[in-house]
């Protein structure tokens, strides 16, 4: 997997949604579910508690191509009766890989093993997940 520089690809609006949905049914969880997962402008998905159903992380290029996704797409997926929206300002901080505690604390039989190598061209690098059987251990 390739990590990309968003900022040397040129301008881009990080975009967080907040989705509330008509009724909170099994059936319309997953219709919502399925539309969402054929939008390429969206980078994440999380099912929440709390006020709204879905915050999405949406990534476009401009305002106009973010009404063009909220009128054109997203409020045409079943179910959607509220949409709010926030423009990320800056991006304060930004990680992929898991917390240690996380990898090293789980009681599991089976735990991961991060390891990341440089790849070329520089600037680009990539995740290797290797499953490792038995405990933990420090690398």
């Avoid at 049914?25 to 399925?34: A, D, G, K, T």
């Avoid at 006020?51 to 996704?69: A, I």
Wanted: a neutral charge; glycine letters at 4%; charged letters at 20%.
């Amino acid at each position: 997997m390739t990590l990309l520089d968003a900022a040397k690809l040129g301008p881009s609006l990080s975009v967080f949604i907040q989705v509330t949905l008509e009724k909170q049914i099994e059936e319309m969880l997953e219709s919502f579910e399925q539309s969402i997962k054929r939008f390429p402008e969206v980078m994440e998905c999380y099912l929440m508690t709390g006020d709204s159903d879905y915050l999405l992380r949406v990534v476009v290029r401009d305002t106009v191509e973010l009404q063009h996704f909220i009128i054109e797409r997203l409020t045409k997926a079943r179910g959607v009766a509220n949409i709010r929206s926030s423009f990320a300002l800056k991006q304060v901080k930004y990680k992929t890989a898991l917390p240690e505690n996380v990898l090293v604390g789980s009681q599991s039989a089976r735990a991961w093993r991060l390891s990341f190598r440089a790849a070329s061209p520089p600037n680009a690098a990539f995740m290797e997940l290797s499953l490792v059987a038995g405990a933990a251990s420090q690398p």
